[in-house]
């Protein structure tokens, strides 16, 4: 169904109820890391137009409007990232990434305005932050005035 983000609300809700597995993106150096690679993939390279962001600890979701083919500039931006990761976890050439990502299509106006909200609103669902704002791996925190 056009616009339907049921399935996507449930795996976002497990990611965030998991317990196991690794969570290397709660780390702040990995996540600062995840953060820069986003805005170097988006600013620099000009890969994608990025709109909205969260690192999570061990999910990411964004909002991105691709200015290069997806499949490749998915697997540049995980590359470079993973070997940032696990360099910094003393781990280089292992596995970082689940193969496995998630699309979504957004169709209009009022979707896309619910798809920001739902990304930068990910770490209050999860009990990270008590307002979106405050969780400092997020286009939500980059969007205050510096102080």
């Known amino acids: 169904m056009p616009g339907d983000t049921r399935h996507f609300d449930e795996i976002d809700r497990l990611l965030n109820e998991t317990v196991c ?20 993939h988006a600013d620099t390279l000009n890969h994608f137009k990025l709109h ?27 590359g470079d990232t993973a070997r940032q990761a696990n ?20 169709r209009n106006r009022k979707e896309w305005n619910q798809v920001i909200l739902r990304i930068e609103s ?11 704002d405050e969780y400092p791996w997020s286009s939500a925190a980059r969007l205050l005035p510096a102080a």
Do not use: C
């Open 52 to 78: 909205a962001w969260v690192v999570m600890p061990n999910h990411i979701h964004a909002l991105a409007s691709p200015l290069a083919d997806p499949a490749a500039l998915l697997q540049s931006l995980k």
């Open 122 to 132: 990910d770490p209050v669902r999860a009990g990270l932050a008590r307002s979106p």
């Open 21 to 40: 597995g690794p969570r290397w993106l709660a780390e702040p150096d990995i996540a600062a890391a995840v953060a820069a690679a986003l805005d170097y």
């Open 87 to 106: 360099h910094l976890l003393g781990r280089p050439g292992a596995p970082f990434w689940d193969r496995e990502h998630h699309e979504q299509w957004v």
